[in-house]
């Protein structure tokens, strides 16, 4: 290893020689009839330039790609949500209708081309009288909100399948979003 100095003289060089052929094309005089000649100097003198760089050292010497992409896929299928809402005077009645209300939707859906019936969460609520303005309200009852979440595989099903989540006791019935099974080969 030698003193940092020896790695940069070549380089102050270099580039004094190509600041000194770069001035000299600049003053020259630029009569029509020494375009031609001009360029030719001017362009040997950049080839040479870049030709001893990598002797030089201060070349890269690593090729870096980055670039971005995107695919555009027709969706073939439909994730859809809804909920339920069952109510009793007792938790245990309030699932025990609550699963009846699933199995009833999940037999529509399964005929109207739904799968993957999934339950995504529930909120049990209490259902409280007011009607005595001199006490403290009562629970006479519960109420049972799940939220369900299902995939239509054929988008041409999709309004049967609406329709059978709707009749069998689903409410707030929503399309969430669109898919493709392509999809995955795509990224």
Same mark, same amino acid.
């Given at each position: 290893?030698?003193n940092?100095?020896?790695?940069?003289?070549? *380089?102050?060089?270099?580039?004094?020689?190509?600041?000194?052929?770069?001035?000299?094309?600049?003053?020259?005089?630029?009569?029509?009839?020494?375009w031609?000649?001009?360029?030719?100097i *001017?362009?040997?003198t950049?080839?040479?330039?870049?030709?001893? *760089?990598? *002797?030089?050292?201060?070349?890269?010497?690593?090729?870096?790609?980055?670039?971005?992409?995107s695919?555009?896929?027709?969706?073939?299928?439909?994730?859809i949500s809804?909920?339920?809402?069952?109510?009793?005077?007792?938790?245990?009645?309030?699932?025990?209708?609550?699963?009846a209300?699933?199995?009833?939707?999940?037999?529509?859906?399964?005929?109207a081309?739904?799968?993957?019936?999934?339950?995504?969460?529930?909120?049990?609520?209490?259902?409280?009288?007011?009607?005595? &303005?001199?006490?403290?309200?009562?629970?006479?009852?519960?109420?049972?909100?799940t939220?369900?979440?299902?995939t239509?595989?054929?988008?041409?099903?999709? &309004?049967?399948?609406?329709?059978?989540?709707?009749?069998?006791?689903?409410?707030?019935?929503?399309?969430?979003?669109y898919?493709?099974?392509?999809?995955?080969?795509?990224?």
């Amino acid at each position: 290893m030698g003193n940092r100095s020896e790695h940069f003289f070549p *380089l102050l060089s270099v580039r004094k020689q190509l600041s000194f052929c770069i001035l000299g094309f600049i003053t020259r005089s630029f009569r029509p009839e020494d375009w031609k000649e001009n360029m030719n100097i *001017l362009r040997t003198t950049v080839i040479a330039v870049v030709l001893c *760089l990598p *002797l030089l050292g201060i070349a890269q010497k690593t090729i870096t790609v980055m670039g971005a992409g995107s695919a555009v896929v027709k969706p073939d299928n439909a994730i859809i949500s809804f909920t339920s809402a069952t109510q009793d005077v007792t938790v245990q009645g309030v699932f025990a209708k609550s699963e009846a209300t699933m199995a009833a939707i999940k037999k529509a859906l399964a005929a109207a081309g739904g799968q993957d019936l999934l339950m995504r969460t529930f909120a049990l609520n209490p259902t409280y009288d007011y009607s005595q &303005p001199t006490s403290n309200p009562k629970v006479v009852g519960y109420t049972l909100i799940t939220y369900y979440q299902a995939t239509v595989a054929d988008l041409k099903s999709l &309004p049967k399948a609406l329709d059978a989540a709707a009749g069998s006791g689903a409410t707030n019935v929503t399309v969430d979003s669109y898919a493709s099974s392509k999809a995955e080969g795509m990224e």
